[in-house]
């Protein structure tokens, strides 16, 4: 499809994002005629947008020129474009085929191995964890996708990987037709994006693509404690393997006797060797260790264990994940700005071991906060509400839990956490909630809360 587009006539990608501009110059590195838009209104897209055309790129910023879009051979799409924006649908309404960055990035690929990591929850440290087994095995290894470096700067490079280690988002998956990784990992599955899907099934749906080109030949990863997971890839063609921490016939499990995570019938590694918060983390880690010795046979040998072993005592969670930022007196400050929903903030909560000042907050997505109250009773000391969602987050939690409002700043968010948190307590930023009302981003939400717990000018 895509080289039939270069061949017929311009490529527009809609998008100047990180996945967009990659798109924009691997597709010009291909001998594609390219016009690239955003209609962002902003400096960073105005400087994207000069950036390509300094490259020989056409590109827009502030608005898509429409008869461009329709008349293109294909439209590329970046993740954080609605599907109902403009753009595709003056596309589809042409009859333009319209697919994602990813897609770009895989025809460019073609040939090199991968493993894809999607789910509600735990992608991103799944897909950095893959990563880093793989290069322990001796593999030149590229973590891609939805963790932050788009697929298509990966093609850029000079050196092809020997082995990608592929995060996709329900987002991408909708966009990526030729999706099929010699493993698929499929994390866990709860109630997420609401604010861009209809209904929690049509959420569901865009997940279930990984599974679109399964063949026998297939290998699947899915948590044997989450029913909707284990649904979800059903009848599916392939083979299936589970990961668990309560199974003791999974093939990969914990077993609290020896303390141990066990992989296809023998100890690889103890629990308390594993430089992460949280019991979450040992299914992360569960799932890892499954993708990685399923990729290939060799990986599973008896000095392939212990190489895999090793390497779990050196990597290290990524930013913005239950991450340490900052002891000060007496207070330990934990940044998980990736919790962008409401089940990731409570594996975030549960996973504390003191008594605990929770920030809830930010742009709300649709799920209401009341599954929070069990693990807020168990663990917290105090909710601090801000942002957008904060009068939802009073309304669902008045009354269970101590909590207090706390407006649109930032800066007054954090003064108060600090007025409260007392000496041996802990202050976790688990927002449940996206960055986009105060926030370009949920990673300059971390490094914001990262500068400020630190006291740093």
Known sequence: MIEEARLRGEIAVVGLGRSGM?????????????????????????????????????????????????????????????????????AREAGVPVVGEVEIALSALRGVPYIAITGTN???????????????LGHRAAAAGNIGRALSDVALQGERPE???????????HDTPSIAPVVGVLTNLSPDHLDRYHSVEAYYADKALMYRNATTASRWVVCADDRRALDLGLGTPGTRWAFSRLDQHAAAHYEAARDALVVFGKPLAHRDTL??????????????????????????SKAARATLAAALK??????HRLEVVADVAGVRWINDSK??????ARVA????????????????????????????????????????????????????????????????????????ARPGDAVLLAPACSSFDMFTNYEARGETFRRLARGDA
């Open 275 to 300: 430089p992460l918060l949280g019991w979450h983390n040992v299914d992360n880690v569960l799932a890892a260790l499954l993708a990685v010795m399923l990729a290939d046979k060799a990986h599973q």
């Open 349 to 420: 909560i549960e996973a504390m071991s003191q008594p605990t000042v929770v920030l809830l907050g930010g742009k709300h997505k649709g799920e209401p906060y009341t599954a929070l109250i069990e693990p807020l009773r168990a663990h917290a000391t105090r909710v601090i509400a801000y942002g957008e969602a904060e009068s939802m987050i009073v309304t669902d939690l008045q009354g269970y839990v101590p909590l207090e409002r706390c407006g649109s700043s930032f800066e007054k968010v954090m003064q108060r956490a600090r007025a409260t």
């Open 314 to 319: 050196t990597f290290r969670g990524l930013p």
């Open 122 to 136: 735990g992608k991103s440290t799944v897909t950095a964890l893959v990563a880093h087994l793989l290069a322990a």
């Open 339 to 344: 919790a962008t929903n409401v089940s990731s």
């Open 163 to 173: 082995w990608i280690a592929l995060e996709i988002s329900s987002f991408q998956l």
């Open 22 to 90: 990659a798109a924009a110059r691997l597709l010009a590195r291909d001998g594609a005629r390219v016009y690239a838009s955003d209609a962002g209104q902003g400096d960073e897209v105005t400087r994207a947008a000069a950036e390509l055309r300094g490259e020989g790129i056409a590109a827009d910023g502030g608005l898509h020129d429409m008869t461009r879009i329709r008349a293109a051979s294909l439209v590329v799409v970046s993740p954080g474009v609605p599907p109902d924006a403009l753009p595709l649908a003056t």
